[in-house]
């Protein structure tokens, strides 16, 4: 069974870190690409970052660029999600998501459970 564990989340205040993590299980997680994406309280999904199966190529949206960095220990099968300077605007709750193929594109075919993050003074 092909599963997504995320953990890491928790109460943070401005200008505080996290560090997400995302346990895969149930496929070779180093032939796909992976994302995270955040669902803030009373809206919608948002994409966040994306790597490539090799790490070869990362995006993310621009609220976030230059703070958080998204990487992967395909050895580990496990994502992460270094997040630095963190306002009460990426509050949320953030899900790792696998992609449909290697990279950079393709769908989001499974997805966590989600781990929240709250940031708050």
């Known amino acids: 069974e092909v599963q997504l564990v995320e953990s890491g989340g928790g109460l943070v205040r401005p200008g505080g870190s996290l560090r997400l993590s995302c346990a895969a299980t149930g496929f070779d997680f180093s032939e796909y690409a992976m994302s995270w994406v955040r669902q803030a309280p009373g809206k919608g999904l948002e994409w966040v970052s994306h790597i490539t199966y090799d790490r070869g190529i990362t995006s993310a949206i621009d609220s976030v660029r230059g703070r958080f960095t998204i990487s992967r220990d395909n050895a580990k099968k496990t994502l992460f999600l270094q997040m630095n300077n963190l306002s009460p605007g990426d509050t949320a709750v953030y899900f790792c998501?696998?992609?449909?193929?290697?990279?950079?594109?393709?769908?989001?075919?499974?997805w966590g459970q989600g781990t929240l993050v709250t940031v708050s003074p």
């Open positions: 998501a696998k992609l449909s193929t290697s990279g950079p594109w393709g769908y989001l075919e499974v």
